[in-house]
């Protein structure tokens, strides 16, 4: 095998950076690979802005048909993200007999099975270590590190955007839209940032990773999303005074018949590793039967990590393409044959500890009537917490519950909500205290 042509699909961000650590490494890069990683075009509509990188003629196209059906164009990289023309161009590809690489997590979360198939049905490779995590390897590490493992659980912080406006609001005391438009400005945040902060990006994530871990189909869907945009800075200090951090967190634990998967605001010891992983760093805690807990930090997002986790599909596929080993890794992990449809646990099954924040009339017999409810639906409180005392007026009550199922808390807050003492709509957070 000789010059491995590579073509890139969108020159934005991401796009940007592949082809900049392709021409700034390619000495190191070629050593490690074994042959020459060879940047024959990059496509975009847009080619007049300047990338900061001097492409050498005809590098730098607006046809991305031309690239795509170009005989000689062995991998090709889609970096334009999205579902619409990015599924369509990877779709072409694929039906090219082209090997892709892709960070497309949304597009994979929602239409993996028929992408991932279309690349097994072709015989071609199809890697997406930049969709989870950014730089940090954890497909690598799931797909062949751990394959001697049976996945027990993972924990992650699979979101900058989030991570970093929680932490600016813990750290600083920023407000949530000053916080989001530092997230925007330093380019972590999606073009349409609901997606971060809703906690559809972690979702997708999630998604992508328990196929992996527990060798089922892509099932977005029954993944429970709840993102970060009801979370107060009293919470977080409240929190923090019962030894917490809160931090938006994508859980799944494997039941064998079944999977937790589930994404949303999650208080978690402050002495655990994840509390202190800040700004719009990621983490992931994977635990296994052999390994036992294993951890990945790094940038999750941004121009050169997400380049690097590209850089080592690319390698990856063309050693395959060298030593004529194509599809030698399987796509979603497990063989093909061995992927089942594994359900995901329904939220209101799953049992955690809470933290219930309510507004209540400073009077006598509140906390009877409350805990009452709590007590009629098999809630059983852990420790609560008043603070302040205003006459007449409305003051907040912190409770801590020991392991309740989620559709007897659904019922008990729906019930206390309409009290004639509560005054505002109960604030509710898992607490997760042995991840
Ligand atoms: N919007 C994502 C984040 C980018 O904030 O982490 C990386 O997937």
Redesign the pocket.
């Known amino acids: 095998m000789g010059d491995i042509n590579i073509g890139i699909l969108g020159c934005g961000t991401v796009g940007t950076g592949v082809a900049k650590l392709l021409m700034e490494n390619s000495d190191i890069i070629n050593a490690r690979v074994g042959s020459k990683l060879h940047l024959k075009y990059v496509a975009d509509i847009d080619t007049k802005t300047d990338r900061g990188i001097t492409f050498e003629k005809g590098v730098f196209i607006d046809d991305a048909a031309k690239l795509i059906n170009d005989p000689d164009i062995d991998i090709v990289v889609e970096t334009i993200g999205g579902e619409g023309i990015a599924k369509k161009l990877m779709l072409d590809a694929i039906n090219n007999g082209k090997h892709v690489v892709t960070?497309n997590?949304a597009l994979l979360a929602k239409h993996g099975n028929e992408v991932l198939g279309a690349a097994a049905e072709n015989g071609v490779d199809l890697a997406y270590e930049a969709?989870?995590g950014?730089c940090m390897p954890i497909i690598k590490s799931i797909r062949e590190s751990l394959v001697g493992n049976r996945i027990e659980s993972m924990t992650g912080i699979?979101?900058?955007?989030?991570?970093?406006i929680l932490s600016k609001i813990t750290d600083d005391g920023s407000e949530f839209e000053t916080a989001l438009k530092g997230?925007q400005k330093n380019g972590?945040?999606?073009a349409d940032?609901t997606?971060?902060i809703e906690g559809f990006?972690t979702a997708h994530?999630l998604a992508i990773l328990i196929s992996l871990a527990y060798g089922m189909n892509i099932n977005l869907d029954d993944i429970y999303v709840e993102g970060v945009t009801k979370i107060t800075p009293m919470d977080i200090d409240l929190a923090s005074q019962f030894g917490y951090k809160i931090k938006l967190l994508a859980i799944s634990k494997n039941l064998e018949d079944a999977v937790e998967a589930r994404v949303h605001p999650t208080m978690i010891p402050c002495n655990n590793l994840l509390s202190n992983v800040n700004g719009?760093l990621?983490a992931i805690t994977v635990t296994g039967d052999a390994v036992g807990d294993m951890m990945l930090y790094g940038h999750?997002?941004g121009m050169m990590p997400?380049a690097s986790a590209i850089i080592s599909d690319i390698a990856d596929i063309a050693r395959n393409l060298k030593h004529n080993a194509t599809g030698r890794i399987p796509l979603l992990s497990f063989q093909q044959k061995k992927i089942k449809s594994i359900p995901i646990l329904p939220i209101d099954e799953t049992r955690t500890n809470y933290y219930f924040r309510f507004f209540v009339k400073d009077q006598p017999g509140v906390l009877s009537r409350i805990a009452g409810v709590l007590g009629n639906n098999d809630i059983s409180i852990q420790s609560v917490h008043q603070k302040g005392r205003k006459s007449g007026g409305s003051v907040p009550i912190v409770m801590l519950t020991h392991k309740a199922k989620e559709a007897s808390v659904k019922i008990a807050m729906a019930e206390i909500e309409v009290l004639d003492i509560v005054s505002d709509k109960p604030m509710l957070i898992r607490i997760e205290d042995e991840i």
């Open positions: 960070a997590k969709s989870v950014g699979l979101n900058g955007t989030c991570n970093y997230a972590y945040a999606e940032p997606l971060d990006d994530k719009s990621n999750g997002a997400t």
